[in-house]
C-alpha cells in the first residue's frame, strides 16, 4: 500500500509536527508533502523525505508565511498524489491542506488539529490581519478562504480531531462527523529514568505568543511573590515583545529549553500553568502531569478533556492577576496524589495513537 501525509508547513515544531512525526514513524516510507520547512527552526527534532510546493521560491519567508495563506489553497491542488493508496493530511489551521488531488482508489483521511481559526472566530498568534491597514484586504480573502476551506473540508473519506472540543468545531463549521483520536504522548517511566526532586516554583513551557496568555501569570507572580519559570521561543515580533516582560523578583525566563532541560523542568516544578483561553486540546497539560505534576488550567477548550478538578488540576475562570492568585491558592491546600495524576493521563499515550490510528487505517482500506 503506498502512503503519503501531508502537513501545512513545517516552521517551529509544536504539538501538529509531533504528531506527523508519530504518523511518520508508523509509516517511515511515506513522503510528506508541505507547502515549505524551514529546518533551521526545528532544534533536536528531524523530518524526513519532506516535498515542498513551489510556494517555497516566493520572496521574504518566512517572515511573510500568515501573508501568504491566500495562496496556500493553490500550494496543495498543485501536489498530484493519484498514484497513492492513502494520503493522511495533517489540518493545523494554518493553510489548506485538504486540497491535494487524489485518484479514484485514494483514500483521503485528515487529522485535525482546528479548521483554521483566524477565520472562525478564534483568537490567533498573530494580530496582522486586524491592523486597518489590513481589514480589507482581510474580510476579501477571508470569505474567499471560507467557501475554499468548505469545499476542501467535503474531500476526506474521514475526519479525525484531536479533541471532542475539536470534533465539535468539525461539526459546526463543515458539516462532518469526526472520529476522536487523542495526539500522542510520551509516558515516561519514571522508576527507572528520572529523578523527581519537587521544588518551590510553578512552570509555563510553551511557545512565546499572545494566545497564551502568558503576561497574566507573570502579573500575578510579581503582585503575589510566588515564583515562576517560563520556557519557550518567542515567536514572531509579537513573541518578542512578550518574552521582554517576562521578568520580576521571583520571575525567570529560560528562552527556549532542550528535551533533556524541559524533563528536568517537569520533574522539579511543583505546577504547571496553563492559561489558553480556547485551547483546541490541553496536550500542554498533559506533559507536566505524566511527571507527576498538577496543573492550574483556565476553563475553557481543550482543557476540560484532560483537567479534572482537584484530582489533577485546578481551574480558574477569569484571565485576571487576582483570579490565577486563588487559584494558586486553593492548588496550595490539596493534597496531591502523584499516582493519580499520572495515571490520568495513560489514555494519551503514544500506543493508543498508534493503535487506533492503525484500526483507522484498516477499516478505510
Known sequence: MKIALVHDYFKEIGGAERVLMALQEMFPEAPVYTAYAFPKFWGEFKINNVIESWGKYLPFLPKFISYY???????????????????????????????????????????????????????????????????????IANHILLMVDFAFAQRPHLFIANSKNVAERISKFYRRESVVIYPPIEIPNLKSQIPINRKDYYLIVSRIIGTKNIDVAVAAANKYGFKLKVAG???????????????????????????????????????????????????????????????????????????????????FDELTPETLQKAVDKFERIKWDRKYIINSVKKFSKENFVKKIKEVVTNII
Not at 517576562?246 to 511543583?270: N, P, W
Open 69 to 139: 495563506t491566500i495562496l496556500s489553497p493553490l500550494f496543495f491542488m498543485s501536489f498530484d498524489l493519484s498514484e497513492y493508496d492513502l494520503v493522511i493530511v495533517s489540518q493545523t489551521g494554518g493553510y489548506f491542506p485538504n486540497g491535494v488531488k487524489i485518484g479514484p482508489k485514494t483514500k483521503l483521511v485528515t487529522y485535525c488539529h482546528t479548521p483554521p481559526r483566524f477565520l472562525y472566530g478564534y483568537e490567533t498568534a498573530t494580530k496582522e490581519r486586524n491592523k486597518w491597514y489590513w481589514r480589507p484586504i482581510s474580510a
Open 233 to 315: 521561543r518567542p515567536i514572531n515580533k509579537a513573541g518578542e515583545e512578550i518574552a521582554a516582560r517576562i521578568k520580576g523578583k521571583t520571575v525567570e525566563y529560560l528562552g527556549e529549553v532542550s528535551d533533556q532541560e524541559r524533563t528536568r523542568l517537569f520533574s522539579e516544578a511543583k505546577g504547571f500553568l496553563a492559561l489558553e483561553t480556547d485551547a483546541d486540546f490541553g496536550m500542554s497539560t498533559i506533559e507536566p502531569m505524566a511527571f507527576g505534576m498538577p496543573v492550574i488550567a483556565f476553563r475553557g477548550g481543550g482543557y476540560l478533556e484532560t483537567v479534572v478538578e482537584n484530582k489533577n488540576g485546578v481551574f
